[in-house]
C-alpha cells in the first residue's frame, strides 16, 4: 500500500510515535490514509494544494464563505457567466486563512423558479457564482516544487494525524477502533469510549476514530458550523 495524495503525515513521524517502531510501512501507510481522510471529513474542507472552480450561491452580503480554505490566490470570479474585476475581490484581515472573499457590492442569490421532475418542493437552485482559485496547503508528500506564496500544513495538523494513527494502533485486537483520549502526563495512556446500550457505535466514522486530543488540535481549522 503506498500514501494517499492527501497524505497528512509521513510514515517515518508515525513509526516516531511511542511502541510503533517495529510496524510495518504498509500498516502506517494503511492508518495515515484511514485518518486523513477522516480528517478532511471532520474538517469538511480539502486541505492539499490545488487549482479549483466552484459553482457558488451568493450570500446577498459583501462576504461569501468558500467551502474550501486556505484562499492563495483567486484566479476568476464570474457573475452569472460575465466576469469581475479581481480589483473589487478581496481577502482582508484573515479572511484568506479562514476561506472567505469580500465584494463590496454584495455576492448576489439567484434562484431559478423551475422544478425538478415536476414536484413543487424540489426546486432547481441556480448557481450565479463560479470561482477559481488557488488554494490549500503544502502536504507533507506533495510532489514537485511548492510555490512561495503557499504554506506547509500546519504543525497541528500534523501532531493531531500522528496522535490518531498512535491511538488507534493501540485499540483493542480485533475490536472497532473507539480511542477517545490521550494523556501524556508519565507516558501515554489510551482510553476507549464505550457502545451505547444498543450496541453498536452511534457516530459518525471521524468520531470513532479521532481522539479528543486530535480534535482539540484541529479545532482551529474546523469549518463544519461554517458551510454545514
Known amino acids: 500500500m503506498a500514501l494517499q495524495s492527501n497524505a497528512l503525515t509521513t510514515v517515518a513521524r508515525v513509526k516516531a510515535q511511542p511502541g510503533l517502531a517495529a510496524k510495518s510501512d504498509a500498516d502506517c501507510e494503511e492508518k495515515i490514509n484511514l485518518l486523513s481522510d477522516l480528517i478532511e471529513d471532520y474538517l469538511q474542507c480539502v486541505l492539499g494544494y490545488r487549482t479549483a472552480t466552484y459553482l457558488l450561491q451568493g450570500s446577498g452580503t459583501r462576504e461569501l464563505i468558500l467551502p474550501v480554505a486556505p484562499v492563495v490566490e483567486v484566479t476568476e470570479v464570474l457573475v452569472q457567466g460575465q466576469s469581475l474585476d479581481l480589483a473589487e475581490v478581496a481577502t482582508p484581515n484573515d479572511w484568506a486563512e479562514r476561506g472567505k472573499l469580500f465584494y463590496k457590492a454584495g455576492w448576489p442569490i439567484e434562484c431559478d423558479a423551475s422544478n425538478e421532475a415536476g414536484d413543487p418542493d424540489m426546486a432547481t437552485i441556480a448557481f450565479p457564482l463560479s470561482v477559481t482559485l488557488r488554494h490549500g496547503y503544502w502536504l507533507p508528500g506533495t510532489a514537485g516544487s511548492k510555490p512561495s506564496d503557499v504554506s506547509v500544513l500546519p504543525e497541528r495538523i500534523q501532531r493531531a494525524c ?58 482551529k481549522y474546523c469549518r463544519r458550523d461554517v458551510i454545514l
Open 162 to 219: 500522528d496522535i490518531a494513527c498512535h491511538l488507534n494502533f493501540a485499540s483493542p485486537p480485533g475490536g472497532v477502533q473507539r480511542v477517545r483520549s490521550e494523556k501524556t502526563a508519565g507516558g501515554y495512556a489510551v482510553e476507549f469510549a464505550q457502545e451505547s446500550s444498543g450496541g453498536g457505535i452511534q457516530s459518525e466514522a471521524w468520531e470513532t476514530f479521532l481522539p479528543d486530543t486530535a480534535l482539540l488540535l484541529l479545532a
